[in-house]
């Protein structure tokens, strides 16, 4: 249904978002870029330069290669292309070297590599049913879709101006999503398998992967209630995933465990010595912990509860450190994390067992498993909100109740972005985008589902529009006052808290919704 709902429309309009998306990244190249540049330019040399017992050792830079293999050697061929613009990025001790051939080639080989995001975007599409036809192309699911996905504020930025290869790799994970979808399994796990061996953070969605597969493939079939057939159970298709994980493991990490070196890529890809939160405060649980923390210490102080002399500078002024001590709550260790973490995705994994959904069910799971890691992970970077809002992209349009939390996460996990683009020249663009592609989500999923209740009520309304005055004070207001010179870390920490609020009570609404919900039975054939 969803590829005749496609055929129907024409293949011109998705080549035409297609190409019209690319256009506007080949105008972002002169953009502003971050450190991610000099990073990857880094890996560029590393992996050309030095041989591949070396990789992982290198420390002439302190942007130390930190991805999985597979990157590794990803970086690796884009380094014999890159020497014919520029020999010279790829000499390890050239640092923060950007000549103008190194920007277009490293801007050029994201957008070139995006190919495979716009694939994957175009199988996600063919896997929506045409349940809610229209004459109107604009308001088809199939439209819709492709236009949250590949005009994703988020991924616009964090990509084509602040510098990242997510499209590439989320183009992966989006595949394997369609072909689970489309029952193609294996396929499916053989591209997520890959994909971890990509970028290791989505390993935070690897449990929605294992129970999914589990459930719908290694078991054949459901009792007449819904509950799994135990005689159902298919060795050969344990067997087979088994042999995907361990022959994609081997090919990314074999090597490196003949040369005996595999504590050493497992040390730089786990690095827990950077502390529980990224410089600039990721909008989760542990930004409010942190926040409650200041507020408890001033109040301490005020009161005289606590020693002025005992409490660091850094921790009043320093604003949004790595190190960063608590002083009256507790101190979080990586361990207390991890605990966390599994406790919040816990009950998600347990109703994709036990109440099965489907594709559905799916990507529910994969969503929470996505923000709870957000929420509780040790070390989470700001730009991890994306892993929730594409997958959930996929939900918005399939359900009234699941686009008003769409609404509300991707509004919030993509203002929380705005802290990356601090330059002047980005301040117009950045808001530009954002104001666009939020009354393009708002306006398409209400006419969507027009027939239904408001997708957001009033407090979440409010609560959405005081994100306009918050810019103003944090763009605006604030460099122009004395604040500015004593507390210079207020903009973020406002931001941060303002938004991890959003961000938690999409993850809560979204829990109660999964947990609440009612089970679909459907028998699985035989």
């Known amino acids: 249904q969803g590829a005749r709902a496609m055929a129907a429309g024409g293949r011109g309009w998705f080549r035409a978002l297609a190409l019209g998306v690319s256009f506007l990244k080949c105008l972002l190249i002169p953009a502003y870029y971050s450190t991610d540049f000099e990073v990857h330019r880094n890996w560029l040399a590393i992996t050309h330069s030095l041989p591949l017992s070396q990789w992982y050792f290198e420390a002439t830079s302190e942007w130390t290669l930190d ?44 957008i070139l590599t995006d190919a495979l995001f716009i694939y994957a975007v175009h199988e996600c599409c063919r896997c929506i049913n045409g349940k809610r036809a229209a004459k109107d192309i604009l308001e088809k699911p199939t439209f819709i879709l492709a236009v949250l996905l590949l005009w994703n504020f988020g991924l616009l930025i964090v990509d084509h101006i602040h510098f990242q290869y997510n499209g590439f790799l989320f183009g992966l994970m989006l595949l394997s999503v369609a072909r689970l979808c489309q029952k193609r399994y294996l396929e499916g796990a053989l591209l997520f398998a890959v994909l971890l061996h990509f970028k290791h953070i989505y390993i935070y969605v690897a449990p929605a992967y294992g129970i999914y597969l589990l459930r719908s493939y290694c078991f054949t079939a459901n009792n007449a209630d819904g509950s799994v057939k135990w005689r159902s159970f298919s060795l050969l298709h344990v067997t087979l995933l088994g042999l995907i994980v361990c022959l994609v493991s081997a090919l990314s990490l074999g090597p490196f465990l003949v040369l005996g070196q595999l504590p050493q890529v497992i040390s730089r890809l786990f690095p827990f010595k950077r502390g529980l939160c990224h410089a600039y405060w990721a909008p989760n649980f542990w930004a409010l912990y942190n926040a409650m923390d200041k507020a408890l210490t001033i109040l301490g102080l005020k009161c005289n509860f606590l020693d002025g002399t005992k409490i660091p500078k850094a921790s009043m002024t320093g604003g ?35 109440k099965p959904q489907g594709p559905r069910g799916f990507l529910q799971c994969l969503v929470l498993c996505a923000l709870s890691s957000f929420m509780f992970g040790w070390h989470v970077h700001e730009k991890a909100i994306l892993l929730a809002i594409l997958p959930l ?43 666009l592609f939020t009354v393009y989500s708002f306006s398409s999923l209400k006419s969507l589902f027009r027939r239904e209740k408001p997708l957001l009520n009033w ?68």
């Open 67 to 110: 991805y999985p293999p597979f990157f590794a050697w990803f970086e690796y061929a884009l380094s014999h292309i890159a020497k014919y613009f520029d020999p010279q990025m790829l000499v390890v001790e050239n640092l923060n070297y950007a000549s103008s051939a190194t920007i277009f080639f490293q801007r050029l080989s994201v």
């Open 320 to 354: 949004l450190v790595q190190e960063f001590q608590h002083t009256v709550l507790p101190s979080v260790t990586p361990l207390a994390t991890l605990i966390c973490t599994f406790i919040a995705i816990l009950p998600s994994v347990f109703c994709l067992w036990f």
């Open 393 to 435: 992209s996929l939900l918005s349009i399939q359900r009234a109740k699941d686009a008003g939390i769409y609404l509300i996460l991707a509004t919030t996990g993509h203002f929380s972005l705005f802290p990356l683009l601090f330059t002047p020249p980005e301040l117009p663009i950045k808001i530009l985008l954002m104001l």
């Open 459 to 526: 407090l979440e309304t409010i609560y959405l529009i005081q994100l306009v005055p918050l810019e103003i004070f944090c763009e605006i207001v604030f460099p122009l006052t004395p604040w500015k010179q004593h507390f210079p870390f207020v903009p973020l920490l406002l931001t941060s808290v303002y938004c991890a609020l959003g961000i938690t009570y999409a993850w809560l609404k979204l829990y109660v919704s999964v947990l609440t919900e009612r089970t679909s039975v459907r028998q699985k054939a035989e």
